[in-house]
């Protein structure tokens, strides 16, 4: 988690500002004091700012999170269970419910939004890149096993007609997925071509003679 320090006229003063500038709960921080600091007097004596080390409690993070969540539902008008599971440095959100369709999108385009959201608010408060992966009811299940039947179809294609196959636009992760499932094979290439958000895989016959 995120350590920062931080200055204010008195230890409390500093504590208040981090409470503040990063709407955190007193019980979410850790405070190590490096320096109590000390009032001037009359002029004859320097004032000296108090200083502090905050560390924020993974409890914070997942507030946080959830907060996040619950607003861009409140957006959707969807209401979902919220599951979050920390794994090394990757943070597992998991909606589940019903009717959240909305909350995917044509080809998980608005799911790869509230992803890209999540994953900013998340390395705010991380001191080391934290990648964040929402699924919302299995549909990243559902859609790997739809990337390997268009992975396999363009494959098909490529070897019969032997021209090239552009595929739809596709998320990045998805298009690592299709470059991953055809580099097998010696006589495919895959590559992306086009600018975000409508990148795409195009996959070509490659003539090994």
Do not use: C
């Amino acid at each position: 988690m995120k350590v920062f320090e931080v200055t204010g006229k008195t230890v409390r003063e500093a504590i208040q500002e981090v409470l503040y500038k990063y709407d955190l709960q007193e019980d979410e921080i850790e405070v190590q004091v490096i320096e109590k600091g000390k009032r001037g007097l009359l002029g004859l004596v320097k004032a000296r700012a108090a200083k502090i080390k905050v560390k924020l409690k993974e409890k914070a993070l997942e507030r946080k999170l959830k907060s996040l969540i619950n607003t861009l539902l409140m957006y959707f008008h969807a209401d979902a269970d919220i599951s979050i599971k920390e794994k090394e440095h990757k943070v597992l959100v998991e909606l589940s419910g019903k009717n959240l369709g909305i909350l995917i999108g044509r080809h998980g385009q608005i799911l790869a939004s509230i992803q890209h959201i999540l994953n900013m608010q998340v390395n705010n408060l991380t001191s080391t890149r934290m990648n964040v992966y929402v699924d919302v009811d299995h549909y990243n299940e559902y859609r790997e096993d739809k990337l390997e039947k268009i992975a396999f179809y363009a494959l098909e294609k490529v070897r019969k007609t032997r021209r090239k196959v552009e595929l739809d636009p596709m998320q990045s992760w998805e298009r690592k997925e299709i470059h991953r499932l055809l580099s097998a094979y010696p006589y495919i290439h895959t590559y992306s071509e086009g600018i975000e958000p409508y990148r795409y895989v195009v996959v070509e016959y490659v003539d090994k003679k």
